[in-house]
């Protein structure tokens, strides 16, 4: 045996070591191990792992064999509380776990910052909106991090379907704490996704993990209905059938108060759960979910991030979602102890307008990204993001991804502590307003074709479960046996080879650069770097030659 198999053979012995005596874990899955080795190695790595897989495992074991303290980005309190509890709980040798929030007072802050400036903590836990507070990033220079983790990754991303503009500034934040080794994580990202988190975050040459998003006890299902009407009858028949709990999720607010009204008075113990109830009655509601006091949640997607419940017996989509990013991810919180549960979509084609009207969002126009624009480049110096914002009355939300959108298209810097920096030679301020306008065009075409893909799973005649892992870049041969597809004997063995293996670049004349996703019933998917997902023709596509190969280069899916 080789010098260097034998150390690979070494460092997992010590990994499989300490995983089983530092935190009970008797063993790893392959995803878990191949992460931590990359960061014990010292790479960046991206991992993306369905839920409740067993992410936190993999920076728990890489932070106590990295020498150093571990920061951990989080976008939730309860997330953060649940993780310091489980490390405390089995002890973190060398230090304390402890969560920097807005629960605590003006003393406790300052006691923890000093004790994570000093060493004293070996994982620091907060949301990232915490670095916008100077003190912050301060004391953490006096004693950086050697391993940096962001949970919930995609929220880096406004390809994403979670996108939370305060996630922009980590990038900034990793330099500032002079380049860390990054773990990121994310249970749902497709190949964009994985693209603009590695881009987004500075990862360098990154180890990408894709693992494990084939969830064999969920069965697979789509029912067509013809209106709202129907809808609510099939939803009244299904239920009896079903266990409890479950999750049905709409696409509105209304819609979820509405239709939770409706299974009360069917005599369903139900409940609404949407951003616009305040929090103290979302809070009400979750727990008496997770206290299995209530059979049905009626949800947008609001509810979901953070929630560990292992018994969810359905997850029913009474409305299409935007993405297959997003209905994944939701799906997911099924059948998370292994037992059999249903992923239920009921299909109106009418519902996909909506969807699309809804991923359109509120554009930014190009007055707004010059105005802040000027404003940066009359300063002269660094400008904090608070006087923007009371220059200008814009949201905090908005004006960080106008912020994203310039710092995009090479007008302005901004820093770990949100100052915000125009660069020299850049863009003029109509330069850069009109860049940023074309950037909102790429993303409103990229969200188009995203909803298209969830309308092609709906309709596919194919295995839905194959579908599925496609889109996130695992192959599987069909039939699976547990969607409605296979289990009517409509889906044929194996798949349809086409001109070009899956995951390979192709540039299309008119589309430009793009890279193969998947081939189903004569057709070919493509991904393409401008416009989003296209699905073509197979028999156009040979005949006519409009696809041609190249070489992957730097922007493949795998990293850049």
């Given at each position: 045996m080789s010098n260097g198999k034998k150390a690979d053979g070494r460092l997992s012995e010590r990994i499989r070591e300490l995983a089983r005596e530092a935190f009970g874990y008797d063993g790893l899955r392959p995803g878990q191990e191949k992460?931590?080795?990359?960061?014990?190695?010292?790479?960046?790595?991206?991992?993306?792992?369905?839920?409740?897989?067993?992410?936190?495992?993999?920076?728990?074991?890489?932070?106590?064999m990295v020498e150093g303290k571990t920061v951990v980005?989080?976008?939730?309190?309860?997330?953060?509380?649940?993780?310091?509890?489980?490390?405390?709980?089995?002890?973190?040798?060398?230090?304390?776990?402890?969560?920097?929030?807005?629960?605590?007072?003006?003393?406790?802050?300052?006691?923890?910052?000093?004790?994570?400036?000093?060493?004293?903590?070996?994982?620091?836990?907060?949301?990232?909106?915490?670095?916008?507070?100077?003190?912050?990033?301060?004391?953490?220079?006096?004693?950086?991090?050697?391993?940096?983790?962001?949970?919930?990754?995609?929220?880096?991303?406004?390809?994403?379907?979670?996108?939370r503009p305060d996630y922009l500034q980590l990038k900034a934040v990793i330099e500032s704490l002079g380049e860390p080794r990054i773990?990121?994580?994310?249970?749902?990202?497709?190949?964009?996704?994985?693209?603009?988190?590695?881009?987004?975050?500075?990862?360098?040459?990154?180890?990408?993990?894709?693992?494990?998003?084939?969830?064999?006890?969920?069965?697979?299902?789509?029912e067509r209905m013809g209106g709202n009407k129907e809808k609510l009858e099939r939803l009244l028949e299904l239920l009896p059938d079903l266990g409890r709990p479950g999750i049905v999720y709409v696409a509105t607010r209304q819609h979820a108060d509405e239709l939770a009204e409706r299974l009360e008075e069917a005599g369903y113990r139900a409940a609404a759960y949407h951003a616009g109830r305040?929090?103290?009655?979302?809070?009400?509601?979750?727990?008496?979910?997770?206290?299995?006091?209530?059979?049905?949640?009626?949800?947008?997607?609001?509810?979901?991030?953070?929630?560990?419940?292992?018994?969810?017996?359905?997850?029913?989509?009474?409305?299409?979602?935007?993405?297959?990013?997003?209905?994944?991810?939701?799906?997911?919180?099924?059948?998370?102890?292994?037992?059999?549960?249903?992923a239920i979509l009921l299909y109106q084609p009418d519902d996909v307008r909506l969807q699309r009207f809804l991923n359109s969002g509120t554009a930014i126009d190009a007055s707004t990204h010059e105005r802040i624009a000027v404003l940066v480049e009359s300063a002269g110096g660094p400008v904090d993001a608070a006087e923007l914002r009371e220059a200008t009355g814009l949201s905090v939300t908005r004006l960080q991804t106008v912020l994203n959108h310039l710092e995009e298209v090479g007008a302005?810097?901004?820093?770990?502590?949100?100052?915000?920096?125009?660069?020299?030679?850049?863009?003029?301020?109509?330069?850069?307003?009109?860049?940023?306008?074309?950037?909102?065009?790429?993303?409103?075409?990229?969200?188009?074709?995203?909803?298209?893909?969830?309308r092609s799973y709906a309709e596919t005649e194919g295995c839905r479960r194959a579908y599925l892992l496609s889109y996130f870049g695992e192959s599987y041969d069909p039939p699976c046996g547990n969607c409605d597809r296979c289990e009517a004997g409509q889906v044929a063995e194996g798949h349809e080879d086409g001109p070009y293996p899956i995951g390979s670049q192709v540039m299309h004349e008119s589309f430009g650069d793009g890279q193969v996703v998947r081939y189903e019933e004569g057709k070919v998917v493509v991904l393409f770097d401008e416009i989003g997902y296209q699905t073509l023709a197979l028999d156009i596509v040979r005949e006519r030659g409009i696809l041609r190969g190249r070489e992957a280069g730097a922007g493949a899916a795998e990293g850049r």
């Open positions: 992460a931590i080795r990359a960061v014990v190695e010292g790479r960046d790595a991206l991992v993306v792992m369905p839920t409740g897989s067993g992410k936190s495992a993999i920076y728990q074991v890489a932070g106590l980005v989080s976008p939730l309190l309860a997330l953060q509380r649940d993780q310091v509890e489980a490390l405390t709980e089995y002890g973190a040798e060398g230090g304390e776990a402890e969560a920097l929030n807005s629960t605590l007072g003006r003393e406790e802050r300052r006691d923890l910052l000093e004790r994570a400036a000093t060493g004293k903590v070996e994982f620091l836990f907060l949301a990232p909106e915490q670095f916008s507070s100077g003190d912050t990033l301060e004391r953490l220079r006096e004693s950086p991090p050697s391993l940096f983790v962001i949970d919930e990754a995609h929220c880096v991303t406004e390809w994403g379907h979670d996108f773990l990121a994580l994310t249970a749902t990202a497709a190949a964009p996704v994985r693209e603009e988190i590695v881009e987004r975050l500075g990862m360098k040459e990154p180890e990408i993990i894709v693992h494990g998003f084939d969830r064999p006890n969920l069965e697979l299902s789509v305040d929090k103290t009655d979302r809070e009400r509601v979750q727990s008496a979910f997770m206290d299995d006091e209530l059979e049905v949640i009626v949800a947008t997607t609001a509810f979901g991030m953070g929630v560990d419940k292992p018994h969810v017996a359905f997850v029913i989509h009474y409305d299409i979602t935007g993405s297959l990013d997003a209905y994944y991810q939701q799906i997911g919180r099924a059948g998370r102890d292994g037992t059999p549960a249903a302005l810097e901004v820093d770990g502590d949100g100052t915000v920096t125009a660069v020299d030679g850049g863009p003029s301020a109509t330069e850069a307003a009109e860049a940023a306008q074309r950037l909102q065009d790429r993303h409103k075409a990229f969200e188009k074709s995203r909803v298209e893909m969830m």
